[in-house]
């Protein structure tokens, strides 16, 4: 039943996709930079600390904890793969973004702005969104074993962490 209902409405959503991919996913939207604004940035100051690390300078040197020899002995994990599991979870971000976008095509939309008093509070309530994601996310990774073994103990093997790592 459900299937077919789904087969029925199949060009009405093809429709809608399209519409909302010409119309609210081009180089100059805000929704498309809002998926991407935030993984670009996060990348330039990764890689500024990157750089800073791989250049040694003695007036950064005097605020490291631990230094490279003991980074290489105590990390289980490469550079190469942290950077890898970072891009996935960046690609999962950016996925999502997008996605929501299709969901609700107005939510960038400066024309739906009515002024503070109804911005705060909605801006106030997707930082509690988030913010309890993120902890509810993060407790159920170290409360379920499997969870923990398949994604999360990889945060948890970096005792010298990388620039990128804190993904």
Known sequence: MALDALSARAPELVAHI???????????????????????????????YDILD?????????FRIRGAAEREKRNSRSRSHVIIRVLV?????????????????EMCDARRW????SGLPRFLLGMFIMDG???FIHR??????AMYNAVHSHHHRLLVCYSYGAL
């Not at 100059?28 to 670009?40: D, I, N, R």
């Not at 960046?90 to 996605?99: D, L, P, R, T």
């Open 140 to 145: 159920a990774a170290h409360e379920s074993k």
């Open 133 to 135: 994601w993120q902890y």
């Open 54 to 62: 791989h250049l040694q300078l003695p007036w950064c040197e005097r």
């Open 18 to 48: 399209r519409t909302v991919a010409e119309q609210r996913l081009t180089r100059s939207s805000p929704e498309l930079w809002m998926a991407l604004l935030p993984v670009a940035a996060y990348w330039v100051v990764a890689g500024i």
């Open 114 to 117: 009515r002024g503070w008093a």
């Open 89 to 105: 979870q960046h690609m999962i971000q950016i996925a999502v973004s997008i996605g929501m976008v299709f969901v609700d095509p």
